[in-house]
């Protein structure tokens, strides 16, 4: 897993609802949930009395679509959990370090 931080986009523009990001890890936790990670990202994390922010994350050149249903910060590393919809019978996907996503927020402040 790369130990560089997330780039926190909503820093920069608080009322950004899309961005372009880029795929640095995936896995699927002990929990069942899969955990994406991104060399950025305009979804805020639960923390402080505020819950995560909740959306989609699409895969550029895919109808494969990531619904976003929790995101938690550590140590400066964001982690988008959620579920892939539209994987067309695949049991397991396999991502590629380095692949395009287009992320897209729907509820922020998890309302």
């Excluded at 523009?13 to 990202?41: E, P, Y």
């Excluded at 922010?53 to 976003?68: A, M, P």
Aim: proline residues 4%.
């Amino acid at each position: 897993m790369d130990k560089n931080p997330t780039k926190l986009d909503y820093y920069d523009d608080m009322w950004m609802l899309q961005s372009t990001a880029t795929l640095l890890s995936h896995f699927k936790g002990d929990d069942g949930r899969h955990a994406l990670i991104l060399d950025r990202t305009i979804f805020y994390p639960q923390g402080g009395g505020q819950p995560a922010d909740t959306g989609f994350i699409c895969i550029e050149g895919s109808d494969i679509k990531f619904v976003v249903h929790d995101v938690r910060s550590k140590d400066g590393i964001v982690f988008h959990y959620g579920d892939f919809e539209n994987l067309g019978g695949e049991v397991e996907l396999t991502l590629e370090k380095g692949k395009g996503f287009h992320c897209l927020l729907m509820n922020p402040g998890g309302n």
